[in-house]
């Protein structure tokens, strides 16, 4: 029987269905950045993108509605089963008043309003938290991603 040996340089590994395998390494912010874009459509980036100064877009990414937005351009925008919410979440996991989004200039907050499931910030149960682009917000079965207006993350790039 032959002896099999590998005679490839230790450490580099080839798959014979891709070739050779590389690895890449980005800093935090590509990655922040690349994590907002991902699963958009052509539709949706025009969306993010015309959003004007002070104003926010929220994107069901799990949980029912899948695709719905809801546009972020008040001071105070509810979040809630109760059909009278600003954000209209059907689900039996959301309470009527679950949850506040609010509008401090161009920066926002979501605020739990004592809602018996919670509210999550990024995988965190939170009362309070400070909303960045690309951030997940959990509320019930509902997972929404957050995108601030492209304007404001360009003048608060340039201080």
Sequence with gaps: MADERDDRPK???EDPYSGPETTASFGYEFGSQLSAMAGRST???AAVNALP???ALLV???GPNVGARFLLDSDTTTAGRHPSADIFLDDVT???RHAQFLRHGTAFEVKDLGSLNG???DG???ETALLSDGAEVQI???RLTFYASRLDLARLAAR
């Design 119 to 121: 509210t999550f910030f």
């Design 124 to 126: 965190v149960r939170i």
């Design 11 to 13: 450490g580099r590994r």
């Design 43 to 45: 539709e949706e980036q």
């Design 60 to 62: 069901v990414r799990r």
């Design 53 to 55: 100064s002070g104003s």
């Design 94 to 96: 959301v309470s009527r």
């Design 140 to 142: 019930g079965k509902f």
